[in-house]
């Protein structure tokens, strides 16, 4: 328990230092951090030492509620690329927050309840102390139905969780083979990571009527966690030859990354100019073409002409389908999205959708 303790609360520093702020890794730094914490609350019950801070007992509860949710925020920012806010996710802290707001009765507690609390979970042939006179235990209800709430809290995250990766399943490409394990894979192993774990709920929270088995699934954890690890470490560019070589090392000396360059190309729609190439991007971007092409190959699978031509179908199956370019020709509409050519933009749209233009509208406009 203790070193898989210790290694959430490192590697979450790592991801901290070396991500974005808002980016997915970040997230994913975030669940780490609480997962650790928590683990911590536990590992304090389990070997005696929450006597020195029995003012912080059960007070990770809240934090417990958030573990599953911070996987699917990690989940929906990695496949969706899109920034996690309050203000649209609002909903997904909800049961936290309000879990909290109940038990806000038993933080204000006096230290002998907190006590009494630790006691009868763990140590219950230790008789308990006395309390002082009016102290009322009306947050108990809500306590008492914590494993409920987590089970179902697990359950619904990672159905959630499931209807991202099927959403996502037909739209990303696999990666190619210099890539050992790619965003879909990873985030699809943590989703069967989640099920593994509502599996040992299951049986810790059947076998054992209090806390007493807590540790098992801080355990489960931990090793979770060293999986991670050595998954950041096997993807880690200190094992492999590009990191050794020199000219690696000024391709991506600039700190460009794949956001940037999603970030540049979705603000002035540039990649719907003919114009568009791997060099004038780089030029751009004040970076190596060669690195720019690394970087669109390692995160979608795509060389740079794919990855520009399915941005530009996705924008013409939009054309197509609406009344407003009704005037204009496939061919037209080819053109406008970048295209210089019919038989281009045919190909192009042919080896992306399935199907060419022409029947693509058919089977929609109806």
């Given at each position: 328990?203790?070193?898989?303790?210790?290694?959430?609360?490192?590697?979450?520093?790592?991801?901290?230092?070396?991500?974005?702020?808002?980016?997915?890794?970040?997230?994913?730094?975030?669940?780490?951090?609480?997962?650790?914490?928590?683990?911590?609350?536990?590992?304090?019950?389990?070997?005696?030492?929450?006597?020195?801070?029995?003012?912080?007992?059960?007070?990770?509860?809240?934090?417990?509620?958030?573990?599953?949710?911070?996987?699917?925020?990690?989940?929906?920012?990695?496949?969706?690329?899109?920034?996690?806010?309050?203000?649209?996710?609002?909903?997904?802290f909800l049961l936290p927050v309000l879990y909290m707001l109940t038990q806000i009765g038993y933080y204000t507690s006096p230290l002998e309840v907190k006590l009494n609390a630790y006691l009868d979970a763990y140590h219950d042939a230790i008789p308990m102390v006395a309390v002082p006179e009016g102290t009322t235990y009306k947050y108990q209800l809500i306590k008492s139905e914590f494993r409920w709430l987590i089970l179902i809290s697990v359950s619904v995250y990672i159905v959630l969780?499931?209807?991202?990766?099927?959403?996502?399943?037909?739209?990303?490409?696999?990666?190619?083979?210099?890539?050992?394990?790619?965003?879909y894979v990873f985030t699809r192993n943590s989703v069967l990571s989640l099920v593994l774990l509502l599996?040992?709920?299951?049986?810790?929270?059947?076998?054992?009527?209090?806390?007493?088995?807590?540790?098992?699934?801080?355990?489960?954890?931990?090793?979770?966690?060293?999986?991670?690890?050595?998954?950041?470490?096997?993807?880690?560019?200190?094992?492999?030859?590009?990191?050794?070589?020199?000219?690696?090392?000024?391709?991506?000396?600039?700190?460009?990354?794949?956001?940037?360059?999603?970030?540049y190309l979705q603000e002035g729609l540039s990649f719907l100019s003919s114009e568009m190439s791997l060099k004038s991007l780089a030029s751009h971007l004040d970076v190596n073409a060669n690195a720019v092409s690394k970087i669109i190959n390692t995160e979608t699978g795509y060389n740079f002409n794919d990855y520009?031509?399915?941005?530009?179908?996705?924008?013409?199956?939009?054309?197509?389908?609406?009344s407003q370019y009704a005037h204009l020709t496939v061919e037209a509409i080819g053109q406008s999205v970048g295209f210089n050519s019919k038989s281009t933009f045919y190909n192009a749209f042919k080896k992306h959708v399935g199907i060419s233009p022409t029947q693509f509208m058919k089977q929609n406009k109806g």
């Open positions: 328990m203790f070193l898989g303790i210790v290694q959430a609360y490192f590697l979450s520093l790592v991801i901290f230092v070396r991500s974005k702020a808002g980016s997915a890794i970040r997230i994913f730094g975030w669940a780490l951090l609480i997962q650790a914490i928590v683990c911590t609350d536990t590992y304090l019950c389990y070997t005696g030492l929450m006597k020195y801070t029995l003012h912080a007992n059960d007070s990770t509860e809240p934090l417990v509620l958030l573990i599953v949710p911070s996987i699917y925020f990690f989940t929906y920012a990695l496949l969706e690329r899109k920034p996690i806010r309050l203000k649209t996710h609002w909903m997904h969780c499931i209807l991202l990766l099927v959403k996502k399943r037909k739209t990303i490409k696999p990666a190619t083979q210099k890539v050992k394990v790619d965003k599996g040992v709920l299951l049986f810790i929270f059947l076998r054992y009527d209090d806390d007493a088995g807590d540790h098992y699934i801080v355990i489960f954890m931990a090793a979770l966690t060293f999986v991670s690890s050595v998954f950041i470490l096997s993807e880690s560019r200190f094992f492999e030859n590009s990191w050794i070589a020199d000219k690696y090392e000024t391709l991506t000396s600039n700190g460009v990354d794949f956001v940037d360059i999603e970030t520009i031509n399915q941005k530009r179908i996705e924008v013409a199956k939009g054309k197509l389908l609406d």
